[in-house]
């Protein structure tokens, strides 16, 4: 359960059957959406490439509404990105 203002740990798996065997990541870059609406990006996280899974470890006070988050990744190799699974993880109130 992730709770509001907490940090969190986040874990995307890249979509599709890419091999990734020997890539050398240029960007990889979690784009967020918030229960409100707002969007924004993380241009951090970091990729495995043989599980093919971003990690992104998620500051205190950065989960700032209850609610319904949007999350997907991008990793980019060179000139061309690759989306990973859309992801969506609700946020508690503290209290609860």
Same mark, same amino acid.
């Given at each position: 359960?992730?709770?509001?203002?907490?940090?969190?740990?986040?874990?995307? +798996?890249?979509?599709?059957? *890419? =091999? &990734?065997?020997? #890539?050398?990541? !240029?960007?990889?870059? /979690?784009?967020?959406?918030?229960?409100?609406?707002?969007?924004?990006?993380?241009?951090?996280?970091?990729?495995? +490439?043989?599980?093919?899974? *971003? =990690? &992104?470890?998620? #500051?205190?006070? !950065?989960?700032?509404? /209850?609610?319904?988050?949007?999350?997907?990744?991008?990793?980019?190799?060179?000139?061309?990105?690759?989306?990973? +699974?859309?992801?969506?993880?609700?946020?508690?109130?503290?209290?609860?």
């Amino acid at each position: 359960m992730i709770k509001k203002n907490q940090p969190a740990t986040l874990e995307l +798996t890249i979509a599709g059957d *890419i =091999s &990734l065997a020997g #890539a050398t990541t !240029t960007a990889v870059v /979690v784009k967020y959406k918030k229960p409100d609406g707002t969007t924004g990006e993380w241009a951090t996280g970091s990729l495995d +490439t043989d599980t093919r899974v *971003i =990690s &992104l470890t998620i #500051a205190a006070n !950065t989960l700032d509404q /209850v609610g319904e988050w949007r999350f997907e990744g991008w990793v980019a190799f060179g000139s061309t990105s690759y989306p990973c +699974t859309s992801h969506v993880e609700t946020v508690y109130d503290e209290m609860t």
